[in-house]
């Protein structure tokens, strides 16, 4: 964990770190060997063998208080098939602390998280579309971990699919970002006509006004028995913009103590987790940044 408010200049960092395992269990890298971050969005897995051969991979990130990677410059290749490919964000899938729901759309050859540019700039562009025959799927960039297998047994309750946030331990006084923002169309809200099957079909009916873009984050204690919000930060807008605009969202906290995890959310249909919004909204985000 790094305290410092910019972390510019400490890199590369050496670390040699001293790993306490079981007797019989082997680690690699060994317990007492050298390792270099020459940034901050680096990683270092380590593979825990037991004794009984089964093993398991740990990683090994530095912690700060700026989120990693959250220039969105970085980008890595999801291989589908030998012919079919598609973009998640991060240096890669076990290291990065952002996810997407891609992968659970992928089904449908839809993948509504996706980077794009701006003057050789590289962001993210969060859209609303259709999948198959579910006729809203709004994306969604967040830190945590997107769940697949909650997406396959839960697929009528997107929140199963979700699981948010990544540890974090201190009290912003705002995030900053920079944004653009297009309603689509026609807003609609699609309601399951059988609530238990997502390929029963959808009653559909037009909603007045415009489909909303969220950004939000989320400060939270969380121990063993409870998860307690110490404070949020919200950010919604129906405005079409033209140009890529600066804004800041200021938290407003309800607790005194200090968070252990951080939750970031970034989607271009506010309520898109109701099967609610307009396909053709698109959201195109830059430079997140935690103020204090």
């Known amino acids: 964990v790094i305290s410092n408010n910019s972390i510019d200049g400490i890199f590369p960092l050496t670390i040699t ?45 530095i912690i700060h208080k700026q989120i990693q990677n959250s220039d969105f410059q970085n980008w890595y290749d999801v291989q589908l098939s030998t012919s079919v490919s598609y973009k998640e964000i991060g240096l890669s899938k076990n290291t990065t602390l952002w996810a997407s729901a891609n992968s659970g759309t992928s089904t449908f050859g839809v993948y509504n998280t996706l980077p794009t540019a701006i003057d050789e700039d590289t962001m993210v562009i969060v859209k ?23 997406a396959i047994s839960n697929p009528t309750d997107p929140k199963k699919a979700t699981t948010f946030g990544i540890p974090f331990f201190w009290r912003p006084v705002s995030i900053k ?7 689509g169309p026609n807003n609609i809200k699609a309601t399951l006509i059988n609530p238990s099957n997502i390929y029963g079909g959808f009653t559909i009916d037009t909603l007045d006004g415009f489909d909303k873009c969220n950004v939000y984050a989320i400060l939270e204690k969380r121990t063993d028995t409870e998860t307690i919000e110490i404070g949020r930060a919200n950010f919604i807008s129906a405005s079409t913009e033209d140009l890529l605009l600066e804004t800041i969202a200021d938290f407003i906290y309800t607790n005194t103590e200090n968070p252990t995890h951080i939750t970031v959310v970034f989607t271009s249909s506010k309520d898109g987790d109701l099967w609610t919004g307009a396909v053709g909204s ?11």
């Open 17 to 61: 770190p001293t790993i306490k395992i079981s007797a019989d269990a082997k680690i690699s890298p060994s317990s007492g060997t050298q390792i270099i971050f020459n940034d901050a969005d680096e990683a270092v897995l380590y593979i825990v063998t037991a004794e009984d051969g089964k093993s398991d991979t740990w990683i090994f990130q």
């Open 128 to 150: 609303t579309a259709m999948a198959g025959s579910i006729p809203i799927a709004a994306g969604t960039l967040f830190t945590g971990k997107f769940n697949l297998a909650g």
């Open 177 to 183: 970002f920079k944004y653009k923002y297009t309603a």
């Open 282 to 292: 698109e959201l195109i985000i830059d430079d997140l940044e935690l103020i204090y």
